[in-house]
């Protein structure tokens, strides 16, 4: 497809179980930032990739969070025993190049996965 | 430090001008995003800003003080469909990632 894709849509989860949330940004966007979102708050950014450099790790909450991006293109969120504090949507968007201001910055949004911890 | 403040809710008449404030404060500033997010979605672009003054995209403007740290989204002929969160985003200029508000929430009545 043209824009940001996110698997699953909905994930329901046990507290302590692993989860991973993945995302497919747009075709050639070396860009690719994770956010979270609760429940009618803002985007909480969690971590960036851009190209083949070491990624920005300083949002991620805590070391349950890790994310990989193999070959530059998909990425994957993992959790690891999940906690209820951690139900929120997962966001994933993607850019042109995140290198340098202007409009080619735009974040293009997928349509995120909805993690509820039981 | 960092911060991005906008008002948590307004309300709006269908068919009235309404007014979202962001006041900004970065290490370096690039540019000024507005989205906007309908809820249950995912944000969607609406504008950007990198020069002082107004730009207008149709019933949407936005308007960027860099002196003063301000800009604005101004929406006019206000729809129903117009009813979402209206998210403003700093992007800095050292790693260009972009700071985010925590949104206003904008109810349209009839």
């Known amino acids: 497809g043209a824009g940001v894709s996110q698997s699953p849509s909905n994930k329901v989860t046990e507290k302590g179980k692993d989860v991973e949330l993945r995302c497919d940004p747009i075709?050639?966007?070396?860009?690719l930032y994770w956010y979270r979102q609760s429940l009618g708050q803002g985007l909480e950014f969690l971590i960036y990739?851009?190209?083949?450099?070491?990624?920005?790790k300083s949002g991620l909450p805590s070391d349950r969070f890790s994310a990989e991006r193999t070959g530059g293109s998909v990425s994957t969120l993992t959790i690891q025993r999940t906690q209820q504090e951690d139900s929120a949507v997962y966001l994933c968007?993607?850019?042109?190049?995140?290198?340098?201001?202007?409009?080619?910055?735009?974040?293009?949004f997928g349509p995120g996965t909805r993690l509820l911890v039981l | 430090g960092q911060n991005i403040d906008q008002p948590t809710e307004m309300t709006a008449t269908e068919g009235a001008i309404v007014q979202i404030n962001c006041t900004y404060q970065?290490?370096?500033?690039?540019?000024l995003f507005w989205y906007q997010q309908h809820a249950g979605e995912a944000p969607t672009f609406l504008s950007y800003?990198?020069l002082d003054g107004l730009e207008e995209k149709g019933r949407f403007s936005s308007f960027l003080s860099r002196s003063k740290g301000y800009s604005y989204l101004l929406l006019k002929e206000l729809q129903m469909k117009d009813s979402a969160s209206y998210l403003c985003?700093?992007?800095?200029?050292?790693?260009?990632?972009?700071?985010w508000g925590a949104g206003t929430k904008l109810i349209i009545k009839p």
């Open positions: 985003a700093a992007e800095s200029n050292s790693n260009y990632q972009l700071i």
């Open positions: 990739f851009q190209g083949n450099s070491a990624p920005d």
């Open positions: 970065t290490s370096g500033f690039n540019g």
């Open positions: 968007a993607s850019s042109s190049s995140g290198l340098a201001g202007g409009p080619q910055e735009t974040q293009y």
């Open positions: 800003n990198v």
């Open positions: 075709s050639g966007h070396t860009a």
